[in-house]
Structures are given as structure tokens and as C-alpha cells.
């Protein structure tokens, strides 16, 4: 327990992170016991969980969104605090040590399909260095001006500062693909509302490059934006640990480290809006793979209304209490098209009024084609019943031979493309903490100046932090996943215009 190590807790330092100690208890148990694999009980799969729209449907569904659309407030929530060091790793390494072979020599030798292209050709002419001639050691002062502070500084940014994609002549940093993509798809009437979670350090940077190329958007498209940001709560961070799961100290202090993107579910709890698109800051397309897009997120969008016009009402009924035996049973059908059903024994009049009255997220999953990330599952619930899922590799036993199995028969992976309802029957807003399964942390092992920690992260974002939503899964194409992980990955087609 605490009181043993609160020798080495400094609490002012608590207070002021707005950690409590009951927090730290937890979260040092957490430690000593671990975090429990996840019960897979079936791969979701097309009929099995995840839905696989129609043409006539995806109509349906786009238009019912459209009509409905202009009485809600909605709003794209995108995760962009990420650092760009990771996407620019194979580039660090080469300026470091530049060889032949390098597998960054691949983007360098074609940095003229690069977004920033036209930097480039800048830095060579000032150094009077013909790009027709380029050298290993040319090449190597181009990854250091692509990195550096004296140049681009990409590799010190946030991803969502990185020119992705070229437009005759001029380019589109991953922000700005965003702002296009909500013109056309989180408008009602004539404004658009963006929520960004950024790093504190980036804040500044991020809200000077933002407000320099809105004008060019809101004239272009016609409308208005409302761009909010936020940053990861002090109070969502971790505290570090030793292998001996004693806090991990560094002169005589515990360190805290960011506790994961699940600490983003208390950022996602203080917006509002009745229909809430979720999408990472990397993966955008240019203009002419977005109508794609476009479509799918209008469809997601329109079925979640669809289903919560029905939850609405049934809940309506509900609570009342005064429901028929046939209301019940149509109720009851409802229920089981997202994956609720009662367990045995159960008031079902109580249990549905309960099992409907959550945020309820529609999933966007598209084939597995190879991608690495969490997958949609369906999992035991501790009532004996089955939910639906998104559940990371490193949440599976995978040293037990029949859930080996069923990670096997998956089909489709988690791309991140959620459209989230977080508001009540009653049009008020969830506690969104609430409904977050605090079994499902994960924990790993990491260095700090040479000394081997454990970190503890928070329940995901997409994962445990949205445990006890409403969930249901849709197939989405896969031309609507297109991340960018590494810089070479600008290089793929689907990033050229």
C-alpha cells in the first residue's frame, strides 16, 4: 500500500498533478498483480459482428445522415499530439551514419514527390549543391535540414506539422487535411467544429500554423470554423516503477509519465456534441481519394442515428415502466442487433433500460491486409454475457492455444474511424469515465538513463476507455485507411497527387 513507499511521495507534487493517492495505490497494485488478458470468445467477422453495407445501404444510410445532420451539433475529435521523432527514425539513423543501402536513401533519392520538395531545392541552392549530382554526403546534409532546427526541424514537430501532400504547387500539412475533410463532413449550417488534443510543448506552434491557413479554408469552402484544443491532463499521468515494482526514482523524486491515449477520454468527456468523429492526426488522403471518406463517415454517421432514434425511444418507454410483454420482446430484438442480451435470470425490463442508456460507437474495420493494430473481438463479460470489442495483441494470451485460435480467424483490424453518440435519451451528456473498464491498462517495460522502469499505461482510448459503450462494427474500405507511420510512407500512392 501506499503508506509503505509514501516516504518517497512527494503529495504537493500529487496535489498539484490533481493525483490523488488513492490513484497511486491503484495504480501501484495494478503493478504487483498486472492486468488481466482479455476472455476472447469469437473473432468478429462480416455477419458475426461486423456489418457489411450494401450499396442501396450506404445510400440509405448517407442521406439519413444529411437530413438529420443540420439539428445536431457534430464534431471531429483528432488525437494530434504525436511526436514526428518515430516517422523519421530510418532518417536519423542515416544522418548519423550515411551508407549505401540505407533504407532512407529510397525517400532522399525521390524527395521531389515530397509535400516539401520545394524546401528541399531551397536548402540545395543556398549551399550550391546541384541536384542533378547528389552524393551519399549530400544526401546526409538533406536528412539533417529535413530534421534539424536549422532547417525543417520535422524531426523534432508534431506529426500533424509535416507537409503529407503536394497540390500544384503548394502543400497540405496532416492539420490541414483535416480542416478539408471536416468542411465536408462535421459542417452544420455554415460552420465546421474541430477539437484537437495537442502537446502542451506544440500548443503554441500548432494554434500559430492553424490560425495562418484558416482563412484560405473558411473562404474556400464558404464557412466557418470553431477550432478548440486541449492537452493530456497532468492527472492522467502514471506513476513509473522499478523491476521490483517499487517507485522508480530519480533524485529521490517518483517519476510520472503520460498514461497512453486512453487519458484522452477526459478530454473526449469535456466536449460537446451529439455526434462525435474520431480520427487519428496521420491518416489523411489527398483530395482525390476523399470522396471515399466522405461517404463511409456520412454512413457510420447516419446509422448511429438511425440505431440511437430507436434506443431513444425504447428507452423512453423503458422509463416509464410501462411496457408490454410484446414492446419487451421487440425490445428485446433490438437489443440483440448491437450485441445486447440479457443474462439469465435477469429483469429485462431493467436490464435493457440500463444495457440502452450508454454512448454508443459506431466502428469503422477494414480487411486485414497485413497492418498491425487491435482487432474487433468478442469478448466474455463478467455476467456471463458477450460484448463486441476492440482488443490490442498485447491483450491476449497468446500462449493459450485456443485464443491463439480465435486471433486466427479475424478478418478485419482497427483503422481508428469511430463515430461516437455521448449523449443520453434525455439530451445529456455521459460521464464518459463512467464507462471505462479499469482492468484493461496495460504495462511495459522501458529505460531511463540506462535503468531498466516499468510504465503503466491507461485503459486505450478506442479499448478499454470505451469498455462499456454501445459498440457496433462496420465494414469500411480499405483505401480509407491510409496511415502515415514513416516518412517513406509519403512516398506511397495513395500520398501522391
Request: one cysteine or more; glycine letters at 8%.
Amino acid at each position: 500500500m501506499l503508506s509503505e513507499v509514501g516516504t518517497k511521495i512527494n503529495f504537493a507534487e500529487l496535489k498539484a498533478r490533481g493525483i490523488s493517492t488513492e490513484q497511486i495505490e491503484t495504480q501501484l497494485e495494478n503493478f504487483r498483480k498486472g492486468f488481466p488478458f482479455m476472455p476472447l470468445t469469437a473473432a468478429a467477422t462480416p455477419n458475426k459482428g461486423i456489418l457489411q453495407l450494401e450499396e442501396k445501404e450506404l445510400d440509405q444510410y448517407i442521406q439519413y445522415f444529411e437530413q438529420e445532420a443540420s439539428e445536431k451539433s457534430l464534431l471531429k475529435f483528432v488525437p494530434a499530439s504525436g511526436a514526428a521523432s518515430r516517422m523519421f527514425k530510418e532518417l536519423f539513423d542515416f544522418a548519423q551514419n550515411p551508407s549505401e543501402g540505407h533504407k532512407a536513401l529510397e525517400l532522399l533519392r525521390n524527395y521531389k514527390q515530397l509535400a516539401f520538395a520545394q524546401d528541399i531545392e531551397e536548402f540545395l541552392e543556398e549551399e550550391n549543391i546541384d541536384s542533378n549530382k547528389l552524393s551519399i554526403e549530400n544526401y546526409a546534409d538533406i536528412a539533417s535540414f529535413i530534421l534539424e532546427a536549422d532547417g525543417l526541424n520535422y524531426g523534432h514537430l508534431p506529426k500533424g506539422l509535416i507537409k503529407f501532400h503536394k497540390y500544384n504547387g503548394n502543400s497540405r500539412t496532416a492539420f490541414e487535411e483535416h480542416l478539408v475533410e471536416a468542411a465536408n463532413y462535421v459542417k452544420t449550417g455554415d460552420a465546421a467544429r474541430i477539437h484537437f488534443t495537442v502537446s502542451p510543448e506544440h500548443e503554441d506552434e500548432i494554434r500559430g500554423h492553424i490560425d495562418d491557413v484558416l482563412p484560405k479554408y473558411e473562404q474556400a469552402f464558404g464557412i466557418k470554423y470553431d477550432i478548440n484544443y486541449s492537452t493530456q491532463k497532468p492527472s492522467t499521468d502514471t506513476i513509473a516503477v522499478d523491476l521490483d515494482n517499487e517507485p522508480f526514482l530519480e533524485d529521490g523524486k517518483p517519476l510520472f509519465r503520460p498514461g497512453g491515449h486512453g487519458a484522452l477520454i477526459e478530454n473526449l468527456n469535456e466536449v460537446e456534441g451529439d455526434v462525435v468523429f474520431i480520427k487519428n492526426i496521420d491518416n489523411v488522403v489527398p483530395d482525390r481519394l476523399k470522396d471515399n471518406t466522405y461517404q463511409y463517415k456520412k454512413a457510420l454517421g447516419g446509422y448511429l442515428l438511425s440505431l440511437q432514434e430507436k434506443a431513444f425511444s425504447f428507452l423512453k418507454q423503458l422509463s416509464t415502466g410501462n411496457v408490454s410483454e410484446e414492446e419487451l420482446k421487440t425490445i428485446e430484438n433490438f437489443c440483440q442487433v448491437l450485441g445486447i442480451k440479457a443474462p439469465a435470470g435477469a429483469d429485462k425490463k431493467e436490464y435493457f433500460l440500463s444495457a440502452l442508456n450508454r454512448p454508443i460507437r459506431v466502428c469503422g474495420m477494414v480487411k486485414n491486409e497485413g497492418e498491425p493494430g487491435g482487432g474487433p473481438f468478442w469478448v466474455k463479460e463478467h455476467d456471463g454475457t458477450n460484448s463486441l470489442q476492440i482488443v490490442e495483441s498485447s491483450q491476449i494470451d497468446m500462449d493459450n492455444e485456443a485464443q491463439k485460435a480465435i486471433v486466427a480467424e479475424a478478418t478485419h483490424f482497427n483503422p481508428v474511424d469511430l463515430i461516437c453518440g455521448i449523449k443520453d435519451f434525455e439530451g445529456n451528456p455521459f460521464n464518459l469515465k463512467d464507462f471505462v473498464n479499469p482492468e484493461t491498462g496495460f504495462i511495459s517495460q522501458k529505460s531511463k538513463n540506462g535503468r531498466d522502469l516499468k510504465a503503466q499505461e491507461l485503459p486505450g482510448l478506442w479499448n478499454g476507455a470505451m469498455h462499456n459503450w454501445i459498440t457496433l462494427f462496420v465494414e469500411v474500405p480499405v483505401i480509407t485507411f491510409n496511415p502515415v507511420k514513416t516518412v517513406n510512407d509519403l512516398l506511397r500512392e495513395q500520398h501522391q497527387n
